[in-house]
Every structure is written in C-alpha cells, then in structure tokens.
C-alpha cells in the first residue's frame, strides 16, 4: 500500500562477513548432525515484493528477510550469506515487473521470495491483470534461483483488513483470499513453495502488537511470525 511522503527505499544488499580463526592444533570434530544442512561457504538471498517486503515502518533489520537472512546465518555459521531486496512501497505486479527488468540481477541466488499481489488489489486493478503478470513473476523468480523452482518461496499476501486501517472490512478479507487462492493454486500447480502467513496477520486486531506504528502494516513481531515459518523451510532447501 501507498504511504505518501514516506522515503522509497533503494535496492539493498547487505552482508554477513564470517570470520576465519586458526588453531594451534587440528581439533576433533563432532558428528554432522544429520538434521541439520552443511554450512555452504556462501547463500545468496533475493527478496521481490512491495511494501510487505522492504517493511514499511518498521527498522531495517525488523523487515522478514533480514530476520530471515539473520536466522540463516545463526544456523550457518561458516557461511557468508547476503541479502539484495527489490522492492517497494506501493508497488503492483507491474511495477515489480518493472523494476526487475531493470536491475541487472545476477542468476545464481540460492533462495528467492516473492510477496506481491496486495497493491493491484487495494488500488482495484483487474484481478485478470494479476493472473497474467505474477506467474512471470514467478518465473522470473526461478530464473534468480539457479533456475531452480526448488529454490524459490513464494509467501502469501498479509489480510490489511486486521488493522486499524482496515477496521475488520470483511471486503478486503475476502479479495485477498481470491488472491491468495490463486497463488496458491498457481504453486500447487508448478510445483513452488508456497507459505502461509495471512492467518498471522488476521490476528491484528486482537493482538495490535502484530501491527506497525502506521496502523496498516505488520510489525516486527508479525514479521518474525513469518521466519518461524519460512526459516525452516529456507534452511531444508540448501
């Protein structure tokens, strides 16, 4: 959603830098934990979305796919994993669309999300614009992830109707679930990851502390809701 005379974000991409130490002696090691993935020395994180995404009004670090990238580099810890971030408040299926063409993004990310849908149905554009424009979304996203549909996770579009913006409008709950149903479908369909977080954000107005300062978007706790759910996921893919 829009928010007039907010700053637009830029793309960003920010690292976490492992530090090698030496030892004396060459130390056992314990067994690899079979439950656990092997450190890959560098995971490259892509994030494509709108407002969900660059998280309107809340931190840097509080918006999900830095909590996400912090969550993988914890379970990883000889790994050096980075986050690029396309996205942007108000942002529609076009306008990503857009913006990827010209971003000059590199194909060989290990993980890939996309959240988008929300803009094209809070500004009433035809929810047949929406049906044509994200499945190239998606396969753009594959194209970022090694060409790989196992690499990619696409995320459910956050109900705004749970906030005090959206005063329970029953209206928007039920376009965002004709959203939703499609993306879902669409994943089933193509064999993509699909995860579901609306029902954490349908909690918002009993619990405000789900929804940021503006009264409209998810806040930090929302968003780390979110990677309990994607992290796991996330990691079983490398």
């Known amino acids: 959603m829009n928010c007039q005379n907010d700053p637009i974000p830029k793309q960003e991409k920010t690292e976490i830098v492992g530090i090698e130490t030496q030892q004396p002696e ?3 090691q314990p067994e690899p934990n079979p ?4 450190n890959p020395s560098n995971i490259k994180i ?18 999900f796919p830095e909590q996400l ?6 379970k990883l810890k000889n790994a050096l994993v980075t986050l690029n971030i396309v996205a942007r408040t108000g942002w529609t299926t076009s306008s990503l669309k857009n913006a990827i063409s010209n971003a000059n993004l590199s194909t060989d990310h290990d993980l890939v999300t996309l ?6 149905q809070y500004q009433n554009q035809p929810f047949e614009m929406f049906q044509n424009e994200f499945p190239e979304l998606a396969n753009a996203a594959i194209q970022y992830a090694k060409g790989e549909k196992k690499n990619v996770i696409v995320i459910s579009i956050p109900d705004y109707a749970y906030t005090p913006f959206g005063k329970g409008n029953k209206a928007i709950s039920e376009a ?5 149903n ?6 089933s369909q193509k064999g993509i990851t ?26 930090e706790v929302a968003y780390s809701r979110f990677v309990e759910r994607l992290l796991p996921v996330a990691l079983g893919k490398l």
């Open 176 to 180: 965002i679930d004709r959203y939703n």
């Open 69 to 74: 990238k912090k969550g993988m580099s914890e």
């Open 26 to 28: 060459p130390q056992p």
């Open 182 to 187: 499609f993306i879902e479908s669409y994943c």
């Open 35 to 38: 439950d656990m993935p092997q």
């Open 46 to 63: 892509l994030a494509l979305g709108d407002s969900y995404t660059i998280g309107e009004s809340v931190c840097e670090t509080c918006r």
């Open 115 to 120: 959240l988008i849908g929300v803009n094209n």
């Open 194 to 219: 699909y995860i579901y977080i609306t029902d954490i954000t349908r909690k918002g107005l009993l619990e405000p502390n789900l929804v940021a300062s503006d009264g409209l978007h998810p806040s």
